[in-house]
């Protein structure tokens, strides 16, 4: 399983971007797909996490700003993130968990700007 990420950038606070991960090879009908993401100095953090049934989570710290989706079909996952914030800045990586595995994408960088 690859994973590739895409959609990061420099944004000013209050504003939005996409991330999307595009997964290839064998994905079980019971796979997690999350996004993660780790500011400078800091640990690896669970951003949102997804079901295939639809099911989310997310941190305290983005929810109802952050929106996570996938789309079976296609092997994706998504993360909509709006009225960003200046600590949102850091490396999102897209992680996809299926029968003991855990597989990580490349990371895309999201700077919010103050």
């Known amino acids: 399983v690859q994973l590739q990420a895409s959609g990061g950038g420099l944004v000013q606070a209050g504003g939005s971007l996409r991330l999307s991960c595009v997964a290839s090879?064998?994905?079980?009908?019971?796979?997690?797909m999350a996004w993660y993401r780790q500011a400078p100095g800091k640990q690896r953090e669970l951003v949102a996490v997804?079901?295939?049934?639809?099911?989310?989570n997310y941190a305290d710290s983005v929810k109802g700003r952050f929106t996570i989706s996938r789309d079976n079909a296609k092997k994706s996952v998504d993360l909509q993130m709006n009225s960003l914030k200046p600590e949102d800045t850091a490396v999102y990586y897209c992680?996809?968990?299926?029968?003991?595995?855990?597989?990580w994408g490349q990371g895309t960088q999201v700077t919010v700007s103050s």
């Open positions: 997804i079901l295939n049934n639809g099911g989310t």
């Open positions: 090879g064998a994905i079980y009908s019971s796979a997690l």
């Open positions: 992680n996809l968990w299926q029968r003991g595995s855990y597989f």
